[in-house]
């Protein structure tokens, strides 16, 4: 039986749907942001319904944040929708009346069919998208052209059976992220955003709540390296991957590699052993990790979210970040022919951030 906590049985006046620890972070911060109450007799506030993924470390992750979400006062609802066959039918049946009562309905991955299987349901009038990362920059700039929702790791390929099938449910969850006549839609973000749909309201997350929360952070004199999924996702070799890192951190005289929660256990233990660096996996987002403390007086990553994040989170201290180029020859030849521009683009619109040249693995 799925866990609940603080299940009245009130109607909800905002839902939020979350399937990673940064998204549910992200919720937290834009419920901040709105100076959202813990629910009240009228039906307001904030439930929080965990989808929750099957993977160890974000589960794990997950768990945390959904600590801290009520220790805020929200009522937070997990859902194992991924537990076997049935359980998509289950989660969905469980959330729809929910759904259709909801007057707004927060998302932190648009991309994710769970999610666009759900927006066919709600009848909100306000939908809000908050950061799943840096593929928020990308779905702003598919909703301005009217493209399929596709993440930018995967684009280029031809779509599966699986995608033919789901094609439908997408473009529909598409127009409902289209802003109209009877609904509106917003997007939190730390992100910046080149393309902007017409009506879309774009608001910063300056992680407030994360500073207001937790810190400031004691930073040690050393530096500390920020890990990333790009091999398991397909879009870096492994090989050139690991000679940078180990290039970095001898550069840069760097003792812990904070792994990202989908990097292997094969991978992190050979960069262990072959770098010499500690392995740290985080039990909560990098964000909260980093104000926390101890960290780094220099903080090194490639690009990704935390180049844009990191800054904001640690304001006011005196942690500097840097971000290392991917070089061309070090992506795979399954990568999407746009997978070097996007990342390009997430290093050279970050603010507050050194830019390193990328290490030659020739």
């Known amino acids: 039986m799925s866990p609940r906590a603080g299940n009245t049985g009130t109607t909800p006046h905002t839902l939020a749907f979350v399937e990673s620890p940064v998204q549910l972070l992200n919720v937290l911060e834009w419920a901040?942001?709105?100076?959202?109450?813990?629910?009240?007799?009228?039906g307001a506030g904030l439930t929080l319904v965990v989808l929750s993924p099957t993977d160890p470390m974000t589960r794990g992750q997950l768990r945390r944040m959904a600590e801290l979400a009520r220790d805020e006062g929200h009522e937070v609802r997990w859902e194992e929708a991924r537990g076997g066959a049935t359980a998509p039918f289950r989660t969905i049946g469980g959330l729809a009346p929910l759904l259709r009562a909801a007057q707004r309905v927060v998302m932190g991955d648009p991309f994710s069919r769970y999610v666009q299987l759900l927006?066919?349901?709600?009848?909100?009038?306000?939908?809000?998208?908050?950061d799943d990362g840096t593929a928020t920059m990308e779905f702003v700039g598919q909703l301005a052209r009217g493209e399929r929702l596709v993440r930018w790791h995967r684009k280029g390929g031809r779509p599966g059976a699986r995608d033919l099938l789901f094609a439908p449910v997408s473009s529909s969850a598409r127009r409902r992220l289209t802003p109209g006549a009877d609904r509106r839609v917003q997007v939190f973000s730390s992100m910046p955003m080149r393309e902007v749909p017409a009506d879309v309201r774009v608001t910063a997350n300056p992680f407030a709540w994360t500073r207001h929360r937790f810190g400031p952070p004691r930073v040690t004199k050393g530096a500390d390296l920020v890990g990333t999924s790009l091999v398991e996702t397909g879009v870096v070799d492994g090989d050139r991957y690991l000679h940078a890192v180990g290039v970095l951190a001898g550069t840069h005289g760097a003792s812990r590699y904070f792994a990202h929660r989908r990097e292997s256990a094969d991978k992190l233990h050979r960069l262990a052993v072959e770098t010499g660096l500690e392995v740290v996996r985080p039990d909560l987002p990098l964000e909260l990790i980093a104000r926390r403390g101890p960290i780094g007086r220099?903080?090194?990553?490639?690009?990704?979210t935390v180049v844009h994040t990191l800054p904001l989170a640690l304001a006011g201290t005196d942690v500097r970040v840097a971000v290392c180029d991917i070089d061309p020859s070090w992506l795979t030849e399954h990568?999407?022919?746009?997978?070097?521009?996007?990342?390009?683009g997430v290093t050279g619109t970050a603010r507050g951030v050194d830019r390193l040249a990328a290490v030659s693995t020739v």
């Open 32 to 42: 901040y942001a709105q100076e959202l109450r813990p629910r009240e007799e009228s």
């Open 119 to 130: 927006l066919t349901i709600t009848r909100a009038t306000d939908l809000i998208v908050v």
């Open 298 to 304: 220099t903080v090194l990553s490639f690009p990704s």
């Open 335 to 344: 990568a999407s022919p746009r997978a070097h521009g996007f990342l390009a």
